[in-house]
């Protein structure tokens, strides 16, 4: 009876309430972690460890990430003697309302161009191909690449 009402006292009086299918759900994953370190002598990843649970990865994250304690944002997360950095110092939001209305309006615009304009700003600018590399691939000459890279640019500032 004693340790009911200390687990009771615990598991009521947490900084944070998390069900307890999650929690149980987050001590198994521990479990079957330890077990794979153990039979593989390095670190699981979390989709062997969501494999071997048969659940989802998004599952198994969830749950983990549910039993971690809070910290304060004015817990200090580096001090070198002077200057302290704090939590909060280092999770702060510097975007505005304005940097998530630029990025709506350059997928609108991205949106509004040709599938081979979108394909040669693609492998130019999230691949980091060169201009020949896109031409070979596409099957165009280097300077084509170049006037279409150009033309969708201009369309995409014209439209922001």
Known sequence: MIIGEIRRYLRDNNSIRVSRS?????????????????EHDREPTVEQIAKEMDLPKED??????????????????YSDGGDTIFVMDQVGDKTGDQDWLDEISLKEAIENLGEREKKILSLR????????EVANEIGISQAQVSRLEKSALNRIKKQI
Not at 22 to 38: G, I, S
């Open 125 to 132: 600018f999230f691949v980091g191909k060169t201009q020949m």
């Open 60 to 77: 198994v994250v969830l749950a983990l990430e549910a039993i971690v304690e809070p910290v304060s944002l004015y817990e200090p997360a």
């Open 22 to 38: 999650l929690r149980d759900t987050a001590y198994k994953a521990m479990q079957v972690k330890e077990r794979l370190v153990a």
